[in-house]
């Protein structure tokens, strides 16, 4: 187990409804962790280099036919003007 440090974040069941009830989310920073290995570095990626994904739709998206790999970097695949939006 990495001893991480908590992050507590207030916010309500329903993020779109301010009245819903009041909650805490609690994660942890996983770049927080490189403290914890000797030696470890960081580096830094360009954002050319990859797509962000943040939720399960976004990386359908990624994995789907509208985007190819061009020497590792995601790009839209031939034809695909903008990227789709999942719903």
């Known amino acids: 187990i990495v001893p991480l440090p908590m992050i507590k974040n207030k916010k309500t069941v329903d993020p779109k409804d301010d009245t819903s009830t009041p909650v805490f989310q609690l994660e942890t920073a996983m770049g927080a962790a490189i403290e914890c290995f ?5 580096i830094v990626v360009p954002r050319t280099r990859f797509a962000p ?31 789709p939006q999942i719903s």
């Open 38 to 42: 000797k030696g470890a570095t960081a």
């Open 53 to 83: 994904v943040k939720k399960c739709n976004d990386l359908l998206l990624l994995r789907s036919d509208a985007y190819v790999l061009e020497k590792s970097v995601p790009v839209l695949a031939p034809g695909i003007h903008s990227a």
